[in-house]
């Protein structure tokens, strides 16, 4: 999914941060106000189903953008996908942007005036992401796929980290009664090869957890758990992240 404006307010926003061409080309000084530059997207899966996805919103400011012409155009232009949000100062001077794809985002923020004239400011917008995993009263759980590689095509994620927990309820609750659990986990790539591996035993009414960092960011991967060995019903819970190196533009403080 593209990122969309969400509003076009006709306020000033509380920005803690600006970015500004420094510049007077052409009679234009472009002043951009923003908050962030980076965020994580959140999955959630319940089930081994995508349950909601929740994107991040970066708004940009360009209230403080002066010319010595009449303005007609602040904008936005997303450059991995093409997409340009833009908006005549008369109807506002903000705009949103909300991202739901995880990557590193080139956008260029820019000012026109009535001659044609343009002024250019690259940002960059880092956006991790985290996925929620629940996978409840099984024998079986369902492998979470986990797909690092950024749909814009650009910078590669540099890591993958994983926090997974396995639970073995007491069978009759307070009394107990089940069995030992004996499962392993892998992390599986494109070849079925096995990257990574543990085995654990979960007594019943106890947990296990295992934290992993993965660096292989370039293919497809699936996190499966096997059940080895057991009678109880197991229930699992996972955070999966994939990060990205630190790329983003950093907003500096309004003078």
Do not use: K
Request: aromatic share 8%; charged share 20%.
């Amino acid at each position: 999914m593209r990122p969309v404006i969400l509003s076009l307010l006709l306020v000033c926003s509380t920005c803690v941060g600006c970015l500004s061409d420094n510049s007077d080309s052409e009679g234009i000084t472009l002043i951009v106000h923003f908050e962030d530059a980076n965020g994580t997207i959140i999955e959630s899966y319940i089930d081994g189903n995508l349950d909601s996805t929740t994107g991040v919103t970066i708004r940009f400011d360009f209230s403080n953008t002066a010319s010595g012409h009449q303005l007609v155009a602040f904008g936005v232009d997303i450059s991995n996908d093409g997409t340009n949000l833009a908006i005549h100062p008369d109807e506002g001077s903000i705009i949103d942007v909300e991202f739901t794809e995880h990557g590193i985002h080139d956008l260029v923020a820019y000012a026109e005036d009535e001659r044609g004239y343009r002024v250019h400011l690259p940002i960059v917008i880092r956006m991790d992401l985290r996925m929620d995993w629940t996978d409840t009263d099984t024998y079986n759980p369902s492998p979470l796929i986990i797909d690092p590689i950024p749909l814009n095509e650009g910078t590669s994620a540099a890591s993958i980290f994983i926090d997974s927990t396995v639970e073995n309820p007491n069978l009759i609750e307070n009394i107990g009664g089940g069995r030992d659990v004996e499962i392993t986990w892998r992390l599986v790539d494109q070849q079925e090869d096995a990257c990574q591996n543990r085995n654990e035993v979960v007594s019943e009414g106890e947990t296990v957890r295992w934290q992993t960092i993965h660096f292989n960011t370039f293919e497809v991967h699936e996190l499966r758990i096997d059940y080895n060995e057991g009678q109880d019903l197991i229930d699992v819970y996972q955070t999966v992240t994939i990060q990205y190196p630190q790329l983003e533009s950093i907003p500096y403080p309004e003078i």
